[in-house]
Nanobody, 129 residues
Framework: EVQLVESGGGLVQAGGSLRLSCAAS??????????IGWFRQAPGKEREGVSC???????YYADSVKGRFTTSSDNAKNMVYLQMKDLKPEDTAVYYC?????????????????????WGKGTLVTVSS
């Protein structure tokens, strides 16, 4: 059974940093057919793609987080991370990690489509001004 469990969210002041973790099980991050994305959904807004990474370490970032967020993976531990720095109030959202066997969607930040992703339950990040 595929499972993804996010952790590391919390309350931080603007300008601060957080590192989110995603513990993956039921599949292998070394699988060349998959990618792992980070997504977020703010209150009253649609879910949006934040970043994506594949087994080779290729990455994608949304324009809104480029230069501030970094995604990485430890394939031996089946862990994926999202390091966030210089956080802004507009980064406040529930952050999700998700697995997809359609990396092309992940690498353009596409978050929609029934059944395209396996989702974690999310972790809340709140950035105060």
């Amino acid at each position: 059974e595929v499972q993804l469990v996010e952790s590391g969210g919390g309350l931080v002041q603007a300008g601060g940093s957080l590192r989110l973790s995603c513990a993956a099980s039921g599949f292998d991050l070394n699988d060349a057919r998959i990618a792992i994305g980070w997504f977020r959904q703010a209150p009253g807004k649609e879910r949006e793609g934040v970043s994506c990474i594949n087994k080779d370490g290729d990455t994608y970032y949304a324009d809104s987080v480029k230069g501030r967020f970094t995604t990485s993976s430890d394939n031996a531990k089946n862990m994926v991370y999202l390091q966030m720095k210089d956080l802004k109030p507009e980064d406040t959202a529930v952050y999700y990690c998700a697995r997809t066997s359609l990396p092309g969607l992940c690498f353009v930040g596409y978050s929609g489509g029934e059944g395209k992703y396996d989702w974690g339950k999310g972790t809340l990040v709140t950035v105060s001004s």
